[in-house]
């Protein structure tokens, strides 16, 4: 028995994947536009025109700039990104599934929560001192709470039902967190360490302004003392360009280990 394989056709595929590049790509076009059109004769030393910044990216970010500021950046930030989701992830569930830890716990939370990480950064660099260890604790400790926060609400939002099926199945201690608990937190855990990716690229930025001798953060500090603006501005469309790609990589790798929870939404909305 022949006949075409089910799914999409390949003129359907094809179009969808059009149409969805050509969503993704209209406005960031429309903006670079209007910028390159509204700065072009500018004269104004603040203001740049964006052809002028363009032209002076390769002349910046040369490959001795790629390994002394950039690559250390985006170190630190995967370190301190990575010590927040671990740590925040660990205490959530921990928080989340025991009432009594809770009822002691969310106070002093609430309270730290409040507190802006970079208030902290003084008091932390008379612990830490100025080198990375200061910045990767200034990272980490901003990025921790929408981790920690999203986990407990993914752990008291369990299924009843999930629950009551694995008591009665006897799957208890590490079983349950691995197969009822983590699986029904992990879209709100992933929530979580979605905000938490923009508070570091931040924090990052923030930490490097203060006693540094390298990164983003120091090197368009740099240009401005120094009246570089072209520089400064590349600087700042680097940073934005980092943003862009660490979210779609964060959002292949939430495709990956999520891929239960987007196809069962896309089979509901059929």
């Known amino acids: 028995m022949t006949g075409a394989p089910p799914g999409r056709p390949k003129s359907s595929a094809w179009r969808h994947v059009v149409l969805r590049l050509v969503f993704v790509l209209a406005l960031p076009v429309v903006l670079v536009t209007v910028w390159w059109v509204a700065s072009d004769g500018s004269e104004d030393v603040y203001w740049p025109p964006l052809r002028t910044i363009v032209s002076a990216f390769p002349d910046v970010w040369t490959g001795e700039r790629w390994r002394g500021d ?8 995967a370190a301190g990104y990575g ?3 671990v740590a925040g992830v660990a205490l959530g569930l921990l928080v ?13 939370l609430e309270f730290l929560r409040a507190v802006p990480p970079p208030v902290l950064v003084p008091v932390i660099m008379l612990f830490a001192g100025i080198g990375d260890t ?16 999203n986990t407990v609400e993914g752990v008291r939002a369990l299924d009843p039902v999930a629950a009551e099926t694995a008591r009665s199945y006897g799957v208890t201690g590490v079983a349950r967190l691995k197969d009822v608990v983590l699986p029904s937190a992990g879209p709100q855990i992933f929530a979580g360490l979605r905000q938490a990716l923009s508070i570091g690229i931040i924090l990052m ?22 009246f570089a603006i072209p520089g400064m501005w590349t600087g700042i ?3 934005g360009l980092l943003g862009f790609a660490l979210s779609v ?22």
């Open 134 to 149: 200061m910045k990767i604790v200034v990272i980490a400790s901003g990025c921790v709470w929408p981790v920690l926060l």
């Open 70 to 77: 950039v690559l250390p950046s985006v170190l630190r930030l």
């Open 237 to 239: 469309l680097l940073l």
């Open 249 to 270: 990589l964060f959002r292949l790798v939430e495709r990956r280990v999520l891929g239960w929870y987007h196809g069962l939404r896309a089979a509901t909305r059929r």
């Open 96 to 108: 989340g599934s025991h009432r009594r830890v809770r009822a002691v716990c969310e106070p002093v």
């Open 205 to 226: 930025v923030i930490s490097e302004m203060f006693a540094a001798s390298n990164g983003l953060g120091f090197t368009i500090v740099q240009f401005q003392r120094g």
């Open 83 to 85: 010590l927040a989701a």
